[in-house]
């Protein structure tokens, strides 16, 4: 099967199975969830989402980070880690948008990567879920399964990204990009995927480097796909059915997700 043709196959099928497949950052304007993915380096979307509400409702306005007290600033981010460093970058940012665009977020990847800190990843992820403009985000989940699936052997995110953007349409980069980081949290793992449980594995070139048995392989999911917590699942597609796609309009997750095992990172 040529690959441009696998490779749509295989998302239509991942996009069957997580319908709902969003941002897991909580946000609701482009500053916020310009911020969350800044604190979201090397740490997972479910902490900077215990992070954010007392952040959000403190610090309001660009003006308000490039005015922050560096100490409290600080303080409110350290869970998050490499906190001083995330301060800091928050306080260039904000004086950054406030001096060259009013203190609001642009809404073009010419203008976002060249605010503090805003690579072509952060800049996709406001991109695609603020603006709704289509982008695709290249994070360690994203590159690990377009190497494993076979779509490239590219390492440089951006080479991966452009790959990528080669074999699937325009209008579905964000909603690719979603569907890939869910599948890459609950079911292909970096240390040990579930391939037996895998739904696109017998497109898979590399099926078989993970759990092969399905029995063993079901016990590798997590999250909503976890044994267990299949009512979880069953609501979050009932919800994906009764809302448009738009992936600048997530379904409504409802269902906190918890922090998953190391063998399933």
Request: charged content about 25%; hydrophobic content about 40%; glycine content about 8%.
């Amino acid at each position: 099967m040529a690959r441009k043709r696998r490779a749509r196959k295989m998302y239509g099928v991942l996009h069957e199975r997580y319908p709902y497949a969003h941002c897991e950052l909580d946000f609701r304007t482009p500053l916020e969830l310009l911020v969350a993915t800044v604190l979201s380096a090397q740490t997972t979307d479910v902490r900077v989402n215990l992070v954010t509400p007392t952040l959000f409702s403190t610090y309001r306005t660009a003006a308000d980070y490039a005015g922050a007290d560096r100490v409290e600033l600080e303080e409110l981010v350290r869970s998050t880690g490499f906190y001083r460093n995330k301060a800091a970058a928050l306080m260039k940012l904000g004086a950054d948008l406030v001096e060259r665009f009013d203190g609001e977020v642009p809404g073009r990847l010419q203008d976002l990567v060249t605010l503090p800190g805003v690579g072509r990843k952060t800049a996709n992820v406001v991109l695609g879920n603020a603006f709704g403009v289509p982008g695709i985000t290249v994070d360690t989940h994203v590159g690990r399964l377009a190497r494993r699936f076979g779509w490239t052997t590219e390492e440089d995110p951006v080479k991966v990204e452009a790959a990528i953007g080669e074999l699937v349409p325009r209008t579905e980069w964000t909603m690719l990009s979603h569907v890939l980081i869910f599948h890459g949290r609950r079911t292909c793992h970096a240390k040990k995927p579930a391939c037996g449980a895998c739904p696109v594995a017998r497109w898979c070139p590399s099926s078989g480097e993970g759990e092969g048995d399905p029995v063993k392989a079901e016990q590798l999911l997590a999250y909503e796909l976890a044994p267990g917590r299949e009512e979880e699942y069953d609501a979050l597609v009932a919800a994906a059915a009764s809302y448009p796609h738009d992936p600048a309009q997530p379904v409504p997750y409802d269902v906190a997700p918890t922090e998953p095992s190391a063998a399933h990172r």
